[in-house]
């Protein structure tokens, strides 16, 4: 039988993947209307436990995404490995360059290819650093930042 926290989690995850959800607020209020009875710090806790992610896109807009990891870890470990391993990020072009905490790369780039980011094409990691290939400029750009916003709160 499913617990009201499981069903909850379960509606924000189908919001998310359904709907371009920008803000904590916008989010409990879809869950509100969606019937169930939830506060901004309910769905903060949810948000961080799911593994979810708001990300940056291209035209310098905000959504939030879900860390999409098949197996046995945790989204929400998966995230903070990732947060908590980059040292840098840099743009060349439509390349973004990663550096890791020595031999995290892989662990690194396996979290940011869960992340199904329309902005990133596809990742290679050696040990510390990590190539992450974007169809364009501007989608590097904001990959950028997406990695950058995460790794300050990491």
């Known amino acids: 039988m499913k617990t009201a926290k499981n069903s909850r989690q379960e509606k924000i995850l189908a919001l998310i993947r359904d709907n371009d959800i920008s803000t904590q607020e916008d989010l409990t209020a879809k869950v509100n209307m969606a019937g169930f009875e939830a506060t901004q710090a309910t769905i ?4 961080k436990e799911l593994g979810i992610i708001k990300i940056t896109l291209p035209n310098r807009g905000t959504k939030y995404c879900v860390l999409d990891r098949t197996g046995d870890t945790a989204p929400g470990r998966l995230l903070a490995v990732f947060s908590n391993s980059i040292v840098s990020v840099s743009q060349a072009m439509n390349i973004i360059v990663i550096k890791t905490l020595p031999g995290m ?11 199904h980011l329309e902005e990133c094409t596809g990742t290679i990691a050696g040990d510390d650093t990590i190539f992450a290939a974007c169809p364009g400029i501007e989608e590097a750009k904001a990959l950028a ?3 950058s916003d995460m790794m300050d709160k990491g």
Not at 44 to 47: A, N
Not at 105 to 115: C, K, N, Y
């Open 145 to 147: 930042i997406t990695i």
């Open 105 to 115: 790369a892989q662990a690194a780039a396996s979290a940011l290819d869960s992340m």
């Open 44 to 47: 903060s806790r949810d948000i």
